[in-house]
């Protein structure tokens, strides 16, 4: 027989009587609400701090807390003067939200020798990423998932330091801000007109 797991002991103390098992009911229902109020405000205090870091140069905005536990929600880092023509960011794949990344993305799809140097240099001085470019829309120059246990905010551990914010918000800024030195030099190339 295999030893009770978490869940089973917690289980068998709720059906100890009525009180114990309605509160942890009450727990259960709100706990979506609970996860939404932690990475929205988590979120919000990143965002503040990667525009203290990079100054007003630099536009963060904040397409993750208006539904934050959706897929495809994100934070979007670009220069004021790409704005809408690319952006470095962070984004989960995944609903919950899981499948965390770092991305680096612009609208067009024409080829550059720059995009080559840009992929390369993050490579090189971040971390081994890959390149997707879709049949239609814009070009992921470069992305990569965060690095366990960041890249999945579903987790017990993780939605916790979500709520303590200061090492969760160091490690995503510190990341964020690096990518955006190394990448933003060759996307003011790119975007030249």
């Known amino acids: 027989m295999k030893p009770p797991t978490e869940a089973d002991v917690i289980a068998d103390h709720v059906f100890e009587d009525e009180r114990k098992l309605r509160l942890a009911v009450k727990v259960g229902l709100a706990f979506p609400t609970i996860k939404e109020k ?3 405000k988590f979120v919000q205090s990143l965002v503040l701090e990667l525009e203290a870091r990079l100054g007003k140069q630099w536009v963060v905005t904040d397409y993750w807390t208006d539904d934050p536990l959706q897929k495809e929600r994100q934070v979007a880092l670009a220069k004021s003067s790409w704005l809408n023509r690319a952006n470095i960011g962070l984004e989960c794949e995944k609903a919950g939200p ?3 990344l770092y991305f680096v993305w612009r609208a067009s799809r024409q080829k550059a020798s720059a995009i080559t140097d840009l992929k390369q240099s993050l490579d090189d001085k971040f971390s081994h990423g890959n390149h997707y470019s879709p049949s239609s ?4 120059l470069w992305w990569k998932h965060v690095d366990p246990p960041y890249r999945d905010w579903t987790d017990e551990d993780m939605l916790v330091a979500l709520w303590w914010k200061k090492e969760a918000i160091e490690y995503y800024a510190n990341r964020l801000v690096k990518i955006c030195k190394i990448a ?3 996307l003011d190339k790119l975007l030249i007109k």
């Open 137 to 140: 829309g814009g070009d992921t």
């Open 98 to 100: 899981s499948d965390l």
């Open 38 to 40: 932690i990475i929205r």
């Open 184 to 186: 933003g030099p060759s």
